[in-house]
């Protein structure tokens, strides 16, 4: 039996695989659906792209565990996608873009370091597990950033903002962490106070 590789700290493995999100699921109509690249972009514009462009783009297949911040990890995950470095090699960042906010269909988001977005593991995911994504678990797009907690792995992807300055998103200014790196448990903001000296 092949040793298992250790779960983040406080994460167990559930039966299934929940659905967790806040508000209803978009619906997705392909003929009305785009995706934006905005804010502080090199050009200093605004980048579209429709379903059948995105569809079209380079594809890659990363396999990795999903943790969320209320303790269920998912093992060995397969998403299919576009990876973030072909976007932002589409429609490339300012030089003084530090940060990125994903948008969501009505108004869900989530602030990520530039770094994280642009890690090699970091996907527009169109696919798991050779499937679709189903619209209750993010379809037709979503984005994956496995390496911090699952509320950063934004699900119904509208737009991508580069940001020269760090903004919160939605649970990040509800009292979640801003980094969300599960290996150091940082799950909510007050961790983010530092120590008295
Ligand atoms: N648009 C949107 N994306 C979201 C959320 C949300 O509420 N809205 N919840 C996040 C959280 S907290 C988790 S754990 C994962 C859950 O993904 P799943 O439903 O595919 O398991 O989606 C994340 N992405
Ligand atoms: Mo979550």
């Not at 785009?34 to 972009?41: I, K, N, P, S």
């Not at 994956?144 to 991508?160: E, F, G, T």
Request: hydrophobic share 40%; aromatic share 12%; net charge negative.
């Amino acid at each position: 039996m092949a040793a298992e590789e250790p779960l983040p700290p406080g994460q167990h493995v559930p039966r299934n695989w929940p659905v967790l999100h806040y508000g209803p699921v978009p619906k997705f109509r392909p003929e009305r659906w785009d995706l934006r690249v905005q804010g502080a972009t090199a050009s200093g514009q605004e980048t579209r792209w429709t379903w059948p462009e995105v569809v079209a783009m380079a594809r890659e297949r990363v396999t990795a565990d999903f943790h969320c911040v209320t303790k269920f990890s998912i093992r060995d995950v397969v998403w299919e996608g576009v990876r973030a470095t072909t976007l932002a090699a589409l429609a490339p960042p300012a030089d003084d873009a530090t940060h990125v906010m994903v948008w969501a269909e009505y108004g869900y988001s989530a602030n990520v370091r530039m770094s994280d977005f642009l890690a090699d593991t970091s996907l527009l995911a169109t696919h798991r597990d050779g499937e679709p994504l189903s619209l209750e678990h993010g379809g037709p797009l979503r984005m994956v950033v496995p390496h911090l907690y699952a509320w950063k792995s934004v699900k119904w992807v509208r737009a991508i903002e580069y940001l020269v300055a760090d903004r919160r998103g939605f649970w990040e200014e509800r009292g979640y962490h801003n980094i969300a790196d599960p290996w150091l448990e940082q799950r909510y903001s007050y961790q983010e106070e530092t120590p008295p000296a």
